[in-house]
């Protein structure tokens, strides 16, 4: 079992470009998280999703997009980079109240 | 809405001494809560989760929480910390109502553990 995957681990973006943030999980869940961590404030909720083709805003959602196609799938897209998003990416997915969490993703926008 | 509120940002502590980080809550509806603790470059871990029950409640690496409803408190201890044990700990909560934390656990702001040789 893999668990929660996320890719990239590192990446530096230019003001104005996009990316996609990829997160897979191979146990079946069907809650799946994005979370962004910033020094000294925790974790935020971006986006989250309770099954396939159900996402839903969390707490800071501007400026992201999500899909969700499949169980397994939760992409993070960003679509006009800005400094403000630099930040640690975190997704997970959940089953019976336990959070599984992935490496992360560290992002820098210049 | 529910909030968490850590009230330690960093605890250094000896090796070999007790620990106790401390973590408040609020909420208007009952709440599970959780301790997950974050290695350096690492994604967070589950310790420990208050469901119902007992209201002391053992995890893993000897870590206890004792969950006490009046004081609306959530307090992480261990009676003897090691090095290994440097990381950062996040107390968070989830809405009893909101189907399972199927809408995302509520973070505080995390207390940085520094033990001392």
Redesign the interface.
Known sequence: NAG?TQTPKFRILKIGQSMTLQCAQDMNHN?M?W?RQDP??????IY?S?GAGIT?K?EVPNGYNVSRSTTEDFPLRLELAAPSQTSVY?C?S?Q????F????TRLTVV | AQS?TQLD?QVPVFEEAPVELRCNYSSSVSV?LFW?VQYP??????LL?Y?SGSTLVKGINGFEAEFNKSQTSFHLRKPSVHISDTAEY?CAV?DFYS????????????THLIIQP
Do not use: C, I, R
Request: hydrophobic share 35%; glycine share 24%.
């Open positions: 929660v809650y998280y979370y000294g404030m925790g974790l935020k909720l989250y309770v839903d969390g975190f997970a959940s019976a109240l336990e959070a969490f992935g490496q992360g | 968490v940002s599970y997950y470059n690492q994604g967070l871990q589950l989760k469901l996040f989830s189907g399972g934390g199927a809408d995302g656990l509520t973070f505080g702001k995390g």
